[in-house]
């Protein structure tokens, strides 16, 4: 079997998304997401110059060799431009793997550790009491565990918070938009809105919260601190982690659980982290972090280190990486959580997926390979529509961390 065609989809039902398809001699076909939000021209643009010739000709059974040729082949290795196109090779191997041996790709990395994949929601308040109303909507979605944020008061736009009645997305139309930022009207608020959460639903409830690159460590190690009576399941981001050593100051002071990797592609991004035993959780998406095969050995190497695997999920992420992600999730043996935003309804025009939610699970479901399909001309229909992530700002003007 040999790869004959590969080609780069680009489609905007409700968000932009970069789908790779690879389609084989045989008939038999896989697809990968490359979408890199707010960048994703320039993952198309690496795809079809200087990936996508390269396969022609190649055995899609040979994932590793391919894996390789593509990150040591280039010289010019990591980045997030790079392992996202990579990432979406990736995947469309593994989902032409398994529909050749007529197999869920689950199979193909080990079986089920696991009959589930406990998923949490995002709850997203304008003020304190809109928060907690939405906790307890999640709640009764059947979420196990809920990401609680709240609007800070005196901030006029926050991470994570809808504007009016739309669900929360991130990326917005047109250029990108500038938000303001006070640290410390953060770090006095939060604290009550944790407080809040358990005095109204108990003990029960996983809770969570993204701070969003925002912190210092030091201002990490105190938030973790004030929030150690409310048992968080983690707190996401709190740092930035280009300086992965900035975590010891954290760790050295609280016991809350932390969570990072997001914007992470390779496993040398974490390694001081997991090795070090400074995070709880590591983030990384299979779409950013090279895709399954790289993701395998992370997760691999996190759990010498009691690190768990909490998957980004958000809506910048297509069907296939959600449906890859539940394959590698239910596979794992140091399974922590993965993160669930539904796509808009939308969505379902262009892409179908045999993944389903129930009482606060998903399973990614047992047709062959993973399960997840791209209708190109329904795609056709929504043609790109730029959009970008904020910008964000402290009060007196300085560029900070979105």
């Known amino acids: 079997m040999k790869i004959t065609e590969a080609r780069v989809i680009v489609t905007s039902p409700g968000r932009n998304f970069v789908t790779l398809k690879l389609i084989t001699d045989e008939g038999v076909y896989g697809i990968g997401d490359a979408t890199l939000n707010g960048r994703e021209k320039a993952v198309v643009a690496y795809l079809e110059d200087h990936v996508c010739p390269c ?24 980045g997030p431009v790079t392992m996202s196109a990579i990432a979406a090779v990736d995947m469309a191997l593994w989902d032409i793997k398994g529909k050749v041996l007529n197999t869920p790709v689950y199979n193909l990395l080990g079986g089920k550790p696991r009959e589930k994949i406990m998923v949490y929601a995002h709850a997203n308040g304008k003020d304190l009491e809109h928060t907690v109303d939405e906790v307890g ?13 709240s609007g800070i008061p005196g901030i006029a736009a926050t991470y994570g918070v809808a504007k009016g009645k739309e669900e929360y997305e991130p990326a917005e139309k047109g250029l990108p938009k500038e938000t303001f930022w006070s640290t410390e009207k953060y770090l006095n608020f939060l604290p009550s809105l944790f407080k809040r959460l358990r005095d109204e639903y108990g003990d029960d409830p996983n809770l969570l919260h993204d701070c969003h690159h ?19 399941f983690w707190i996401e981001d709190a740092v930035t982690a280009e300086l992965q050593e900035g975590f010891r100051v954290v760790r050295q002071h609280t016991t809350t659980p932390l ?4 914007v992470f592609n390779t496993i040398w991004d974490a390694q001081t982290l997991i090795s070090e035993q400074l995070i709880d959780y590591i983030r990384t998406s299979l779409a950013r972090g090279g895709g399954i095969s790289h993701m395998k050995k992370v997760a691999n190497f996190a759990e010498l280190y ?25 596979s794992v043996n140091n399974f922590g959580i993965q993160e669930h935003m539904p796509h808009q309804e939308i969505l379902n025009e262009v892409f179908s997926y045999n993944y389903t939610f129930e009482d606060g699970f998903m399973y990614p479901g047992d047709a062959p390979g993973l399960g997840v399909d791209i209708d190109e001309e329904a795609a056709s229909k929504f043609p790109y529509d730029p959009a970008y992530l904020p910008v964000n700002r402290k009060e007196d003007g300085t560029l900070f961390n979105w």
């Open 55 to 78: 396969l022609i000709g190649k055995d899609p059974a040979n994932i590793e060799d391919i894996w390789q040729y593509l990150y040591k082949g280039a010289y010019w290795r990591r």
């Open 137 to 149: 909507r999640h709640l009764e979605m059947g979420y196990k565990a809920v990401r609680a944020q």
């Open 214 to 232: 925002r912190l210092t460590p030091i201002e990490a190690a105190r938030l973790g601190k004030d929030l150690e009576p409310y048992h968080l």
């Open 259 to 262: 969570a990072v990797g997001e």
């Open 306 to 330: 009691h690190v768990r695997t909490g998957f980004h999920g958000a809506t910048d992420l297509s069907p296939v990486t959600m449906a890859a992600a539940l394959h590698f999730d239910l």
